[in-house]
């Protein structure tokens, strides 16, 4: 009877994981905020922190040149969180030359939403030391969505 409990539990906590291989356990610093506006695929407003830019992530440009795959890339972000409560936790280097804060943010069912991005093919990776906390299962992700031709892998881009 122990036994068939301990694998219901281990089967309930691998449906609540999901696919993402990293939920958020509340290690470190984090808040809660909404996301006011979604700028572009990496890039976002969050009430309390103001604008941020996701870390380990790099979504094609939609603005001063558009760049392949850039406004299905913004639209998947904006479809996933715009309106949306948020688990924020800053980088180890809080923000960037531009004055944004450096963000890894999560869903409020814990899934990773900058893994969930370059899992799509909506991101590439994009490591900036010392921000890497994530970098291998970020390079992990991003490595099985080119290999499954996923998103911005899907097809080629003209020059």
């Given amino acids: 009877m122990v036994a068939a409990r301990v694998v219901i539990l281990v089967l309930v906590i691998a449906v609540v994981a999901g696919s993402s291989g990293v939920l958020d356990r509340g290690e470190g610093p984090a808040q809660t905020a909404t996301v006011t506006r979604v700028v572009d695929g990496d890039t976002v407003v969050l009430s309390g922190v103001g604008k941020s830019r996701l870390i380990g992530i790099d979504t094609p440009e ?3 040149g558009i ?3 850039g406004r299905e890339a913004s639209a998947y972000a904006k479809r996933l969180l715009a309106g ?3 688990r924020v936790r800053p980088g180890a280097e809080r923000r960037d030359r531009y004055g944004r804060a450096l963000v890894y943010l999560w869903l409020p069912d814990g899934r990773f939403v900058n893994e969930l991005l370059v899992a799509g ?3 590439r990776t994009l490591e900036i030391a010392p921000n890497v906390r ?3 299962v970020l390079r992990r992700r991003a490595a099985e969505a ?3 031709r996923r998103g911005l892998w899907s097809r ?3 020059p």
């Fill in 134 to 136: 994530y970098g291998a």
């Fill in 121 to 123: 093919g909506w991101a």
């Fill in 84 to 86: 949306r409560r948020v």
């Fill in 62 to 64: 939609v603005y001063g």
């Fill in 156 to 158: 080629p881009c003209d």
């Fill in 146 to 148: 080119r290999a499954a």
């Fill in 67 to 69: 760049e392949c795959y």
